[in-house]
């Protein structure tokens, strides 16, 4: 079924540029309102440097995660104590 609607300009446009070459105004649609949640194995291979970028990556990630984690430990521990002279 097929239905007319009717758009303003600054709309179309918005539409138009997430839009790719090869995809109907429906496709863009339908993937703009789309709620699905992306598969990760839909991201295989996007990195460039393969394996390598890929173990340097998992790394500087785990440094950050701890990092935060001993900064929110740190945080914790200030308001315990404050609580604890309070």
Same mark, same amino acid.
């Given at each position: ?33 789309? %709620? *699905? =949640? ?7 291979? @996007?990195? +460039? ?5 890929? /173990?340097?990556?998992?790394?500087? %990630? *785990? =440094? ?7 900064? @929110?430990? +740190? ?5 315990? /104590? ?5």
């Amino acid at each position: 079924m097929v239905k007319t609607i009717t758009i303003m300009d600054d709309a179309y446009e918005a539409l138009k540029s997430k839009k790719a070459k090869d995809e109907s105004f429906s496709d863009t649609i339908r993937k703009v309102c789309s %709620t *699905k =949640k992306i598969e990760w194995d839909q991201w295989f291979g @996007i990195l +460039k440097g393969g394996e390598a970028r890929a /173990k340097e990556m998992q790394k500087a %990630t *785990k =440094k950050l995660r701890i990092k935060t984690s001993q900064d @929110i430990n +740190k945080r914790i521990q200030g308001v315990k /104590k404050h609580d604890a002279t309070a």
